[in-house]
């Protein structure tokens, strides 16, 4: 469905525009030399920056990178801090008696020179056909690595079944982002595990996840528990009139929208449908130092055009 922007004006530059995307790249470094984004790469920031060419093109840019979030290793792991301090918790208050396991979880978790066992297992959200090189393990070496899990307590979907055998009954599955749910219901799918949802304790408890993500293995898998740590919503949809990305008084989500579809034509970046604003048409601006959702704009990390330099590298 085609779009007409609002009072069908083009999108432009507001009055102070140019200091606004002064101010933005100002505060993008701050947060680089601080290490608020520690992992971002300033040469790359610098390279982006300069694809964006006209007044407009450069104040659209601000625009984006006011909306990015950008989760460092340091922040990822005080979300990991939170899962289990806050979020395994409540998930066992929720259910008591199926979910023991996950009291004190870290502490069960947690190296020693005599193991004892937790009665449950972490579980990486990955295929079996999956390269290492996919985020979820990444998240297990993290884990292991800054809060000492005991990588005996960590698992492959593969290696559920052997542990149902031996009377492992809780599994949490460890994931970067939920975007459309997509991903996790081909994981369901490809490894067989629905049984294991059916007659276990699992939950998927990714760092963060979209609403729609949610909604959508909520009515596939209603006994899959999913507890982000982080949640998002419209309001993290760059082009979503909730998100105020373009709210200046001037422009209108709409227009700012056409001017990005003109944008990619322009610069070589060939995309269809929705895929233009990122997998599931999601258009987030949400990075983590170890990986670049799909689900986010293609301008930030689009690598297949000689046209276009990425600000993150896939």
């Known amino acids: 469905m085609a779009l007409t922007p609002r009072s069908g004006e083009r999108f ?32 790359l920031l610098r390279t982006w920056l300069t694809n964006f060419r006209t007044d407009e093109e450069r104040y ?22 939170h899962l289990f301090l806050r979020v395994l918790p409540d998930l066992a208050r929720l259910e ?13 978790l947690k190296r020693a020179e005599s193991p004892v066992e937790p009665g449950m297992r972490l579980v990486s959200a990955t295929k079996s056909s999956d390269p290492p090189s996919k985020s979820s393990p990444t998240l297990l070496r993290q884990l292991k690595r800054h809060l000492q899990i005991d990588e005996n307590w960590m698992i492959k979907p593969g290696d559920i079944a052997s542990c ?15 975007g459309t749910g997509d991903q996790f219901k081909l994981l369901v799918d490809d490894e067989g595990l629905l049984p294991a949802i059916t007659s ?32 998002l919503d419209e309001r993290n949809e760059i082009f979503d009139p909730s998100a105020n990305c373009f709210d200046d008084g001037l422009n209108s989500a709409e227009s700012a929208e056409l001017f990005y579809y003109e944008l990619l034509q322009e610069r070589g970046i060939h995309l269809a449908s929705c895929d233009r604003r990122g997998y599931g048409g999601l258009e987030l601006a949400y990075v983590f130092h170890h990986a670049v959702p799909d689900n986010n704009l293609p301008i930030l990390w689009w690598d297949r055009s000689p046209d276009w330099k990425p600000l993150f590298v896939r």
């Open 96 to 108: 008591p008696g199926h979910s023991d396991a996950l009291i004190d979880a870290h502490r069960k």
């Open 200 to 231: 276990s304790y699992v939950a998927y408890c990714p760092l963060a996840a979209h609403r729609k993500g949610i909604a959508a293995l909520n009515s596939a898998m209603p006994l899959l528990k999913i507890r982000p740590v982080e949640l």
């Open 60 to 81: 659209f840019a601000a625009c984006v990178l006011d909306a990015l979030i950008f989760r460092s290793e340091k922040q990822t792991i005080s979300l990991f801090r």
């Open 12 to 43: 432009r530059v507001p009055r102070d525009g140019h200091l606004y995307h002064e101010d933005i790249v100002e505060r993008c470094h701050g947060f680089i030399n601080c290490g608020i984004w520690e992992g971002l790469d300033k040469n």
């Open 164 to 178: 149902l055998s031996n009377g492992i009954r809780v599994f949490v599955f460890i994931d970067d982002l939920l």
